[in-house]
């Protein structure tokens, strides 16, 4: 690349320093204790040190790196964001993922798309066991960019929901007419709901999804919220929400219930 | 991705921000904001049109001067053009 040429007759010309092998990376680093040029051989590393150059040469150095942009088509990144980076493309490499970000790719809205592919980020960071504060800060990137709903689908790609609509996709798929519009009627109050959401897919028993429901009432309540919604798809399911709904509705006098089921996926808005 | 992340890319230290900025013509001004030397009344902005501070700055790329910053969804998008 021409502009890996234009540093390295840089350090040549102003630095006295010949590199004979070939540069394949360049940081610019600040760093008292190194010295103002090395260079790796194996890995065709250069580093250039900033803080040991002297500020003529320094003058000299600022149109090599600003043409390696505008002229040569350079990246320019600052280290901790390129780790992010590569983090980021390894996260996205794997089999599992690969597949489930293709699911998705088309048929939720762009922005929901790039959310969805920072929050499996977040996911994976939270499940190497990161500090809170990272988790808090990644988190807060969703946030700025695309707002309470952006929120919802980390959260909601964090509890495993988003697998969840896959099998919602499918099952809409097998009736006639079908349309991306339809998974999108469901899908999107989904996204909006966020955690006043309760997702029932298979392989939970009776008794969890009542605990759930319970607990999410009242932690709700608890802060002035006195609306949940409940979605389940398949006929084992929708039976075992209308099972815990019977006994709710007992043991909660004032719970209001608005329920409407589509092929096979049961909405419920419970008021309490 | 047609090139390694390796290719193409200068990276520098968190702490060299401002210089790298000076290479461009840019400063900061007074409320951290990453503005024109020659005019510190005119913000630089991001493909999205948002302003960007010291803070958020993550680097820069062709495309006249297209500033990337440092958060999650912004590298993605990133991500997505050395694809």
Same mark, same amino acid.
């Given at each position: 690349m021409a502009f890996l040429d234009g540093l390295r007759e840089f350090v040549k010309v102003h630095l006295n320093i010949n590199i004979q092998v070939g540069v394949k990376t360049v940081n610019i680093i600040a760093d008292p204790?190194?010295?103002?040029v090395s260079f790796d051989e194996t890995t065709g590393a250069l580093k250039i040190n900033w803080e040991k150059l002297p500020e003529d040469k320094i003058e000299d150095l600022k149109p090599v790196i600003s043409d390696a942009v505008r002229e040569h088509d350079a990246l320019l990144l600052e280290n901790r964001s390129k780790e992010l980076l590569e983090e980021i493309k390894v996260t996205e490499s794997s089999k599992e993922e690969q597949v489930f970000l293709s699911f998705f790719k088309g048929k939720i809205p762009d922005d929901d798309y790039t959310a969805l592919r920072a929050s499996l980020y977040v996911k994976r960071r939270f499940e190497e066991g990161a500090q809170k504060e990272e988790i808090n800060r990644l988190k807060l990137d969703i946030l700025k960019r695309y707002s309470k709903r952006g929120r919802n689908i980390c959260d909601l790609c964090s509890a495993g929901y988003f697998k969840g609509l896959i099998k919602i996709y499918e099952e809409l798929q097998r009736?006639?007419?079908?349309?991306?519009e339809a998974f999108l009627e469901v899908y999107n109050p989904i996204v909006d709901e966020g955690n006043l959401t309760v997702f029932v897919s298979g392989g939970r028993t009776e008794e969890q999804v009542r605990r759930e429901i319970e607990s999410k009432m009242s932690r709700n309540r608890q802060y002035g919220i006195h609306v949940l919604y409940i979605h389940g798809i398949g006929k084992s399911n929708i039976e075992k929400i209308n099972m815990v709904i019977y006994d709710l509705k007992s043991k909660y006098s004032t719970l209001k219930i608005q329920s409407s089921e589509y092929q096979n996926i049961v909405s419920m808005k419970l008021t309490f | 991705m047609s090139q390694s992340l390796q290719e193409g890319i200068i990276t520098f230290d968190a702490n060299l921000k401002s210089e790298i900025l000076s290479c461009f013509g840019k400063t900061v001004d007074d409320s951290g904001y990453i503005v024109e030397? $020659? $005019?510190?009344?005119q913000r630089v902005l991001t493909p999205d049109g948002e302003d960007i501070t010291l803070d958020e700055f993550a680097g820069i790329r062709k495309g006249s001067e297209i500033f990337i910053k440092a958060d999650l969804p912004s590298l993605i998008e990133l991500l997505d053009t050395l694809e």
């Open positions: 204790r190194a010295d103002v009736y006639p007419g079908f349309s991306n | 030397r $020659d $005019d510190p009344s």
